[in-house]
């Protein structure tokens, strides 16, 4: 199976690449490598095919440091999972809810709850 991200403003690369709890859905961490846009998408597989959703857009004029890149999917949930961002200035960690109903227009419409 092919996945096919949208096009990348800059050259990018790959971060983080995790199966959701279903086994069918893959959560993408896509970074610039001039660290200033970081993009999180989810691909769920359905008949051998996979459609790419963007859950999570952030820039930032200086950069996106690496331990801001947290991404781990709920072990438990195919519709969770936690992600880093210093977006506000702090280290902080989001819970994403997706409600797959709300997939559409390459977006994937989620929820992101701050936790700390």
């Known amino acids: 199976i092919e996945i096919e991200l949208p096009k990348a403003e800059a050259d990018s690369y790959l971060t983080g690449v995790e199966w959701l709890a279903d086994n069918k859905t893959l959560l993408i961490d896509r970074v610039d490598k001039t660290h200033k846009r970081r993009q999180i ?8 095919k996979a459609s790419v959703f963007l859950v ?7 950069w996106i440091g690496g331990p801001a890149r947290i991404l781990e999917a709920n072990p438990k949930s195919a519709n969770q999972f936690v992600f880093g961002s210093e977006r506000d200035g702090w280290h902080h960690l989001y819970l994403v809810n997706l409600d797959r109903t709300k997939f559409a227009d390459k977006r994937a419409n989620a929820e992101a709850k701050q936790l700390t």
């Open 41 to 48: 998408f989810v691909a769920p597989i359905e008949k051998d």
């Open 56 to 62: 999570h857009e952030e820039t930032d004029e200086k």
